[in-house]
């Protein structure tokens, strides 16, 4: 029963700080960066690069946040340089994936 509890309340707590976390002007800034190391700023014919750009950020925060122990949570939402710092080492991710995943290695 208390696990139940303690995930209940990291999963809430998780949610809390995606919500600020996304609201915040460093999400901007990364998409903006995510965006110019990638070279993708194209907004027609149907091709939304920025949207496409926030969405992979989205994806990767919420599953980094999700995945993240109690103790780690509370850190993150106790301190603005920490929030800021998790916001760029996830968009570094970002772009490391997009440049690397469609490498094969032999």
């Known amino acids: ?15 809390e700080l995606f919500e600020i976390l996304y609201n915040s002007e460093q999400f ?8 110019s190391k990638l070279g993708r700023w194209k907004e027609r014919d149907g091709y939304h690069d ?4 926030q969405n992979l ?18 850190r993150y939402s106790n301190s603005q ?8 080492l996830v968009a570094t991710a970002v772009i490391d994936s997009e440049r690397n995943d469609g490498k094969v290695y032999t």
């Open 1 to 15: 029963m208390k696990t139940l509890e303690v995930e209940k309340t990291q999963t809430e707590l998780s949610n």
């Open 81 to 88: 340089r920490e929030q800021d710092r998790l916001i760029s």
């Open 50 to 53: 920025k949207e496409d750009t």
């Open 57 to 74: 950020l989205i994806s990767a925060l919420y599953d980094r946040l999700s995945k993240a122990k109690g103790v780690t949570l509370q």
């Open 28 to 35: 901007e800034k990364s998409v903006t960066k995510i965006q």
